[in-house]
């Protein structure tokens, strides 16, 4: 994967996820900004993920609970995946907004 195809997966996994981020956050208690890195921010009790791209190692990189995660494209799937789990993006997000939550949300 080149430069450029890179940074079209990831801006097109970032706003697909930010959408079902912000349709999520009508029904939860959060809040979701894309402004390059997408953000999702907590009041209660308060905490901040961020999901950005690293261009150079071709990577969706996610810091979330203290934790940073690293996730490649994963062409058999059509989406960037987590190592070792298989967690897609949305996936591994919606499972860190859950636990932050103390509810199940659905991505």
Known sequence: MDDQEFRLKAD?????????LVAASAKHDFEAD??????VEFEDPPAKFVV???SPVR???????????????SPHKGAFVLAGTGQTLNELI???VSQQLHEEIKL
Not at 12 to 20: P, V
Not at 59 to 73: E, G, N, P, T, Y
């Open 59 to 73: 990577q969706i990189w996610v810091s979330a609970h203290s934790k940073s995660f690293k996730l490649d494209w």
């Open 52 to 54: 950005s791209p690293n």
């Open 94 to 96: 919606a499972a860190a």
């Open 34 to 39: 894309f402004a390059g890195a997408l953000t």
């Open 12 to 20: 097109e996994s970032l706003t697909r996820l930010y959408n079902s």
